[in-house]
């Protein structure tokens, strides 16, 4: 049975990467009695609390939204969101209806998620959609912190 563990370290200026080489050596070695080691870079990912951030937003839209003739769950306005976000391609179903090919928002890196808040708020806009105190103070925040 293979064990997975994810360690993150996060690098944001040049002079941080002496720093990290030999924490990354360590974690390696300490790692590898346990079988091969894979090493991954990336971007960071949203956080939890950017997650709770989207939800708000998607309800206010889905009790407030008929698209198409259609009321739709958060859920549903979720994967409207991400496929204008990102262009997913659309298939038909193996019995009938259409599948969205997608991405999920837990592997969006920050920015990205940033993006798609972004835009289900200007949807949201477009659409005349009143947000809730908390739909409200929650884009607000992340806009604040992705100024800073």
């Known amino acids: 049975m293979t064990q997975r563990q994810e360690v993150v370290k996060l690098i944001e200026r040049p002079d941080q990467i002496r720093f990290a080489l030999p924490w990354v050596q360590q974690m390696i070695e300490k790692a590898l009695p346990g079988g091969p080691v894979q090493i991954s870079l990336g971007r960071e990912r949203r956080t939890k609390d950017q997650n709770s951030k989207l939800w708000p937003m998607l309800t206010d839209i889905s009790k407030q939204v008929c698209w198409h003739g259609h009321w739709l769950t958060k859920e549903e306005w979720k994967d409207v969101m991400t496929a204008g976000l990102t262009r997913q391609k659309v298939v038909p179903g193996i019995e009938g209806g259409f599948v969205v090919l997608g991405r999920s ?39 604040e912190a992705r100024a800073a």
């Open 105 to 143: 928002t837990s592997r969006m890196k920050k920015a990205v998620f940033c993006e798609l808040v972004e835009l289900i708020y200007a949807f949201g806009a477009e659409q005349g959609v009143q947000w809730s105190e908390k739909a409200q103070s929650d884009y607000d925040e992340m806009m």
